[in-house]
């Protein structure tokens, strides 16, 4: 017990103690006479218990002065209580140790804070100190300002992000797993050879051949061809619309599901445009595919024969091209490798155990799966690629704009541009909607190192009809 609590005890003890006094006297009182020698010293002893209690009471009562005068006061965190709407401080919260948020969800707090901005016309620290008391990495980050990137300032973002940490290297670890680049060099995957932006890089368009030379003879001349590729930055953007009842939730699934829309609209314009065949470069806009120019092996049939020959009629292209399967790598669809997966053979034994519908090895290679595979009327694409033959550069850095005025094509195709007569087309208010729109910009850009860096297949049914 604490002192208060040790003092209310002796002070009850010391009450009952004098309603037993009271009762001895008033007994003999009744009667007409004195206390008889029992009750006398009954009395006594409980007065001189008294006694002592109330000396007890009195060192307990010093302590507790003393113990109030030595205190130290806690400090509660700062405006911690404040409300959404500009409200006041309702209530001080002692300061906690900081909850580990999951993946990406610190980058959506930061994201929504943004938009609870333009809401509620407040400051964005103001607010996340208000929804988010305990994220003071979140309170840091809105404090400070942030420019918009551009060509001339290498440092954006450099307040946001970290080697160790980071609300946007937070959300780029929680996507780069969802997408296909970003699953090279991890789990046993070869890495790409990643470079610089605007970095001259040599790159050879032709190879050369040795000969055997008897003893005398003339000893052949070979050439082999080079040029150079510089990866310029191509950017990747996306526009996610949230209801202002979305943001103004205060379930936590509400920053889950801001951060998943986020991270769709970039995972599937990336894994698209990195191995669809048809996507070529678009001048000073975006890359072609790694697959593009490449021309395709038609593929075998859907049975575990026609697989086996298959990869045997990949390998072979791969091989002819000075590729070493060392640095190999599968890209196929979920939905072909999960084929794969439940093919059997007439035992009912599983012909590759190896893989499934979330990546894993076949032949011996590792296998990236993607959700957003190219396929025609007549199958998918699986492609097998020289990872080390990939160049590849990465900004690794996101940028995020709000607007709640904004009208917005809702199209994943959009027809209009400023520098053009406009198309008429249908616009949505975000204002009139009551919703806000995020626009996220990534810069990101790739190419073949050598012409003969990948080989695939098209028309792919693997164990389907099997």
Same mark, same amino acid.
């Given at each position: 017990?604490?002192?208060?609590?040790?003092?209310?005890?002796?002070?009850?003890?010391?009450?009952?103690?004098?309603?037993?006094?009271?009762?001895?006297?008033?007994?003999?009182?009744?009667?007409?006479?004195?206390?008889?020698?029992?009750?006398?010293?009954?009395?006594?002893?409980?007065?001189?218990?008294?006694?002592?209690?109330?000396?007890?009471?009195?060192?307990?009562?010093?302590?507790?002065?003393?113990?109030?005068?030595?205190?130290?006061?806690?400090?509660?965190?700062?405006?911690?209580?404040?409300? =959404?709407?500009?409200?006041?401080?309702?209530?001080?919260?002692?300061?906690?140790?900081?909850?580990?948020?999951?993946?990406?969800?610190?980058?959506?707090?930061?994201?929504?804070?943004?938009?609870?901005?333009?809401?509620?016309?407040?400051?964005?620290?103001?607010?996340?100190?208000?929804?988010?008391?305990?994220?003071?990495?979140?309170?840091?980050?809105?404090?400070?300002?942030?420019?918009?990137?551009?060509?001339?300032?290498?440092?954006?973002?450099?307040?946001?992000?970290?080697?160790?940490?980071? =609300?946007?290297?937070?959300?780029?670890?929680?996507?780069?797993?969802?997408?296909?680049?970003?699953?090279?060099?991890?789990?046993?995957?070869?890495?790409?050879?990643?470079?610089?932006?605007?970095?001259?890089?040599?790159?050879?368009?032709?190879?050369?051949?040795?000969?055997?030379?008897?003893?005398?003879?003339?000893?052949?001349?070979?050439?082999?061809?080079?040029?150079?590729?510089?990866?310029?930055?191509?950017?990747?953007?996306?526009?996610?619309?949230?209801?202002?009842?979305?943001?103004?939730?205060?379930?936590?699934?509400?920053?889950?599901?801001?951060?998943?829309?986020?991270?769709?609209?970039? =995972?599937?314009?990336?894994?698209?445009?990195?191995?669809?065949?048809?996507?070529?470069?678009?001048?000073?806009?975006?890359?072609?595919?790694?697959?593009?120019?490449?021309?395709?092996?038609?593929?075998?049939?859907?049975?575990?024969?026609?697989? $086996?020959?298959?990869?045997?009629?990949?390998?072979?292209?791969?091989?002819?091209?000075?590729?070493?399967?060392?640095?190999?790598?599968?890209?196929?669809?979920?939905?072909?490798?999960?084929?794969?997966?439940?093919?059997?053979?007439?035992?009912?034994?599983?012909?590759?155990?190896?893989?499934?519908?979330?990546?894993?090895?076949?032949?011996?290679?590792?296998?990236? =799966?993607?959700?957003?595979?190219?396929?025609?009327?007549?199958?998918?694409?699986?492609?097998?690629?020289?990872?080390?033959?990939?160049?590849?550069?990465?900004?690794?850095?996101?940028?995020? $704009?709000?607007?709640?005025?904004?009208?917005?094509?809702?199209?994943?195709?959009?027809?209009?541009?400023?520098?053009?007569?406009?198309?008429?087309?249908?616009?949505?208010?975000?204002?009139?909607?009551?919703?806000?729109?995020?626009?996220?910009?990534?810069?990101?850009?790739?190419?073949?190192?050598?012409?003969?860096?990948?080989?695939?297949?098209?028309?792919?049914?693997?164990?389907?009809?099997?």
């Amino acid at each position: 017990m604490n002192y208060a609590q040790q003092i209310a005890s002796l002070k009850a003890t010391h009450q009952a103690k004098d309603k037993q006094m009271q009762d001895i006297m008033a007994t003999s009182v009744a009667e007409g006479r004195s206390l008889d020698t029992a009750e006398g010293e009954q009395f006594d002893t409980l007065k001189g218990e008294c006694e002592q209690l109330e000396k007890d009471l009195g060192r307990l009562a010093y302590l507790e002065r003393q113990a109030a005068s030595s205190a130290k006061p806690v400090e509660p965190s700062e405006r911690a209580g404040q409300s =959404v709407n500009g409200g006041f401080v309702s209530a001080l919260q002692l300061k906690r140790p900081p909850v580990q948020a999951a993946p990406g969800i610190r980058f959506a707090r930061y994201t929504r804070c943004l938009g609870l901005s333009h809401v509620y016309k407040q400051s964005a620290i103001d607010i996340g100190k208000s929804i988010y008391p305990d994220d003071e990495g979140i309170h840091l980050l809105l404090r400070a300002a942030v420019p918009a990137a551009n060509t001339q300032n290498e440092d954006w973002a450099g307040s946001l992000v970290s080697a160790e940490s980071g =609300v946007v290297a937070d959300f780029l670890e929680y996507l780069r797993p969802m997408t296909i680049l970003g699953k090279f060099g991890t789990g046993g995957i070869p890495s790409l050879n990643e470079i610089p932006f605007r970095t001259p890089v040599i790159t050879q368009t032709s190879g050369g051949n040795a000969q055997w030379v008897g003893e005398g003879k003339a000893k052949p001349l070979t050439s082999w061809g080079y040029g150079r590729t510089t990866l310029e930055p191509r950017k990747v953007a996306a526009i996610a619309v949230a209801t202002m009842e979305l943001l103004k939730s205060s379930n936590p699934k509400a920053d889950t599901k801001l951060r998943e829309e986020l991270a769709r609209c970039v =995972v599937e314009r990336l894994d698209i445009d990195f191995v669809d065949p048809g996507k070529a470069e678009v001048a000073n806009v975006s890359p072609a595919s790694i697959l593009n120019g490449v021309t395709a092996i038609p593929s075998s049939g859907s049975d575990a024969d026609a697989i $086996r020959a298959d990869f045997m009629a990949l390998a072979a292209a791969f091989i002819a091209g000075n590729n070493p399967l060392s640095t190999g790598v599968w890209i196929m669809s979920s939905s072909t490798a999960l084929a794969l997966s439940l093919l059997q053979n007439p035992l009912g034994q599983t012909e590759f155990p190896g893989i499934g519908m979330s990546g894993g090895i076949l032949f011996g290679l590792p296998a990236i =799966v993607s959700e957003y595979m190219v396929r025609d009327t007549e199958g998918s694409i699986v492609a097998l690629v020289n990872a080390r033959d990939i160049l590849y550069a990465d900004e690794s850095g996101l940028e995020i $704009r709000v607007s709640g005025e904004a009208s917005l094509e809702m199209d994943d195709a959009p027809t209009n541009a400023s520098a053009t007569t406009p198309a008429e087309t249908t616009l949505v208010s975000m204002f009139q909607t009551n919703s806000l729109a995020f626009l996220a910009e990534r810069s990101v850009n790739w190419a073949r190192a050598r012409e003969d860096a990948v080989a695939w297949l098209s028309g792919v049914t693997w164990g389907i009809g099997s």
